[in-house]
Structures are given as structure tokens and as C-alpha cells.
């Protein structure tokens, strides 16, 4: 896209504004440096928009995403917020959350009171559907590390909507 396709740009980003806006959210909790996401991620596709190769329906919403994510990433890399945390007790099981009967948006929001590196590494498996390796690979930490943060963000998620059901079930 060049600059004379200012319609284009403008129709792209009404489109995928919404949607990249929710990938950032996933990642950054406060909203200004979501927005600075937002922002950074549309030049950046406006800049390589001649890279892109389509590969089917889903494809450019896809490389969109992928490059919002990366931003994100870069975002939290850039204020040392993508540590691994080890403050609690590994699991001692390896269920899935029972997340029935909780509203979506609670636990959208359980998901962003997790700390940084469970958030990230939670967000890149469930959400993105990368591997532990991918994961290890892409934040510069071992494919046990990111396995352990998932788990622990499980947990976390877990004791979460225990205290939610604990709370809404006394109403």
C-alpha cells in the first residue's frame, strides 16, 4: 500500500482496528500502550503490505494479528515486564479451569490480573496456538519455563474463578 491508497488504508483499519485492538489487550493491560501498539502495528502493515502473500480466507487477518502480537511482545520485552514468575507452588494437578456458567468477560479479566509471564505465555498457547517450543523460541526462555508459566497461569485462573463462584454463589 502506498501513500496515494489512503481509502485503502483507512477501509483496512476500520475493518481490523477493533479486532487487533482486543490481540494488544490480551498482552498489555494498560490501554495507552495498547493504543501505541495499535498504532505501531498498522504502520508496520501499512510498511510491508507488499510482503504479505494470501493463503486462503483468514490469512491477512491472521498476519495482522501475528504482527500485533509481536508488538505487544516487543512492548513488554521493552519495559522488562516479561519475566518468568516462580512465586507460586507448582500445580498440584493439571486440569483445565471449569470456566461454565462464568461470563466471558470475567474471565477475560482474570486472565488480565495474571502476571506478565503467565498472561504472555497463557495467551500465546491458548490464543495464538503456539507450542511450548514456539513460545521458548519467541520470548528467549526454555520450553520448560513456558510450560511451567502455563500451568501456572492455569492455577491461577482456577483459584480465580473458585473465589468468582465462592462470591456469586452467595448472591
Keep these: 500500500m502506498g501513500r496515494g491508497d489512503a481509502g485503502a488504508q483507512r477501509e483496512l483499519y476500520q475493518r481490523y482496528a477493533a479486532h487487533l485492538t ?12 495498547v493504543k501505541d501498539v495499535l ?9 510491508k503490505f507488499g510482503t504479505f502473500r494470501y493463503r486462503g480466507e483468514g490469512s491477512l487477518k491472521a498476519w495482522m494479528s501475528r504482527i500485533a502480537v509481536n508488538g505487544a511482545l516487543q512492548e513488554l520485552r521493552r519495559r522488562e515486564r516479561l519475566v518468568a514468575v516462580e512465586q507460586l507452588p507448582d500445580p498440584v ?27 504472555t505465555v497463557f495467551n500465546l498457547f491458548v490464543f495464538e496456538q503456539m507450542r511450548h517450543k514456539e513460545i521458548a523460541e519467541l520470548l528467549g526462555i526454555k520450553e520448560n519455563t513456558s510450560a511451567s508459566q502455563f500451568l501456572r497461569a492455569k492455577a491461577f485462573l482456577a483459584k480465580e474463578i473458585k473465589e468468582y463462584r465462592k462470591l456469586n454463589d452467595n448472591v
Excluded at 494437578?93 to 498472561?119: A, H, S
Aim: glycine share 4%; aromatic share 8%; hydrophobic share 35%.
Design 93 to 119: 494437578d493439571d486440569e483445565d479451569p471449569d470456566t461454565d456458567g462464568v461470563p466471558l468477560e470475567v474471565i477475560q479479566e482474570m486472565i488480565k490480573r495474571m502476571p506478565d509471564g503467565y498472561r
Design 39 to 47: 498504532q505501531d502495528a498498522f504502520i508496520r502493515i501499512f510498511e
Design 22 to 33: 482486543s490481540v494488544a489487550s490480551r498482552y498489555l493491560v494498560d490501554r495507552d500502550r
